[in-house]
C-alpha cells in the first residue's frame, strides 16, 4: 500500500473561544502520514476507540444506534456488536484490563464490560455528560465537551479530580474523543478537524495535528467531523495512530509529522 502524506496548508492561526493568538514556539505543528486505510462502516457514528494487542474496540453513538464493537485492528473487519440499551447514547470508551468502560451522553452513567465476552457488567453514577475517554496507568481520563478534563479512578469510575487545557494560558473548549499515550493526551477537538497533544501533568497543549486532508480524503456524502483516535504499540506506543470520524467509510492508520504552514480554527 502506498504511503500518502497529507499536506496542510495556509497561514498558521489559533482560534481559541473566537481569540486568534500567533503559535508559541514550542507548540509543535504536525500532520498526518496515511500508511494504510481499510474499510469502516460509514453508518457508524464513531465516539472512541483504543486498540489493544490485535483488536480494536469501537464505540458507536446516537439513541436507538449505539453499539459496542469488536474489529481486527490490522484490517478493520468487524468480530463481535453489541447494542446497548435503545435510550442509551453511546460514548467513549477506554480499556481497564479485563474490563472495559463505555461512556454514555446524557445518560448519566458508564458502563463496564467484560472484554472476553462483551457483557455488561455494571453501570454506575456519571455526573455530567461523556465525551471522550482514555485510560492513563492506573486513572481514567474523560472530556465532556468543555476545556476541562475529568478524572476518575480505573476501578470504579469515581471522579478524583480535573485538568484544564489550555493554549498560550487560553483554554481550549471542545475537546472530544480522547487517546492517552505515556504522559500525554490526544485529544479531538469538536468540531475541527484538528487533534491536540496535552501534557498530562499541566494540560498544556505541547503540539496540534491538522488533519484537514485526512477528513477530505475519507469525504462522502454523510461523513461528518473527525472522531477517534487510538495509538498502536502498547501503552507508551510506536508513534503510530488508528484515526477515522463519524459516519467515515475508512480508519486510516498514520504517524504525524512536522507541518510546515498549517491552520486552526477552532470554532
Known amino acids: 500500500m502506498t504511503a500518502v502524506t497529507l499536506t496542510a496548508v495556509g497561514t498558521l492561526l489559533i482560534v481559541v473561544a473566537g481569540i486568534p493568538t500567533a503559535a508559541a514556539d514550542q507548540v509543535a505543528r504536525l500532520q498526518p502520514v496515511v500508511l494504510e486505510r481499510f474499510d469502516h462502516d460509514p453508518v457508524a457514528f ?33 468480530r463481535r456488536v453489541v447494542p446497548l440499551p435503545p435510550t442509551y447514547f453511546g460514548e467513549g470508551i477506554a480499556d481497564a484490563g479485563a474490563h472495559l468502560w463505555q461512556l454514555t451522553y446524557e445518560n448519566g452513567v458508564a458502563i463496564e464490560w467484560d472484554k472476553a465476552t462483551l457483557t455488561m457488567l455494571r453501570e454506575v453514577p456519571l455526573d455530567g455528560q461523556g465525551w471522550g475517554l482514555c485510560r492513563a496507568g492506573d486513572r481514567l481520563i474523560r472530556s465532556d465537551g468543555s476545556a476541562v478534563l475529568r478524572v476518575h479512578r480505573l476501578d470504579d469510575m469515581r471522579e478524583t479530580g480535573t485538568l484544564a487545557v489550555t493554549y ?29 497533544e496535552v501534557d498530562a501533568a499541566t494540560g498544556v497543549v505541547r503540539a496540534v495535528v491538522y488533519a484537514t486532508g485526512l477528513r477530505e480524503a475519507a469525504w ?45 480554527q477552532v470554532r
Not at 464505540?59 to 453499539?67: I, N, P, Q, V
Not at 481550549?172 to 468540531?191: E, M, Q, T
Open 220 to 264: 462522502h456524502g454523510e461523513a461528518g467531523v473527525l472522531n477517534g483516535i487510538a495509538h498502536l504499540g502498547g501503552p507508551d506506543g510506536n508513534g503510530q495512530f488508528l484515526i477515522t470520524g463519524k459516519y467515515w467509510p475508512a480508519v486510516y492508520r498514520v504517524r504525524f509529522d512536522a507541518a510546515t504552514e498549517a491552520e486552526i
Open 168 to 196: 498560550n494560558g487560553i483554554r481550549v473548549p471542545g475537546l472530544n474523543s480522547l487517546d492517552c499515550v505515556g504522559n500525554r493526551i490526544w485529544a479531538n477537538v469538536f468540531p475541527t478537524d484538528q487533534i491536540i
Open 46 to 78: 464513531t465516539e472512541g476507540m483504543f486498540v489493544d494487542g490485535a483488536t480494536l474496540y469501537e464505540s458507536t453513538g446516537l439513541e436507538g444506534k449505539s453499539e459496542l464493537r469488536e474489529l481486527d485492528a490490522d484490517t478493520g473487519q468487524l
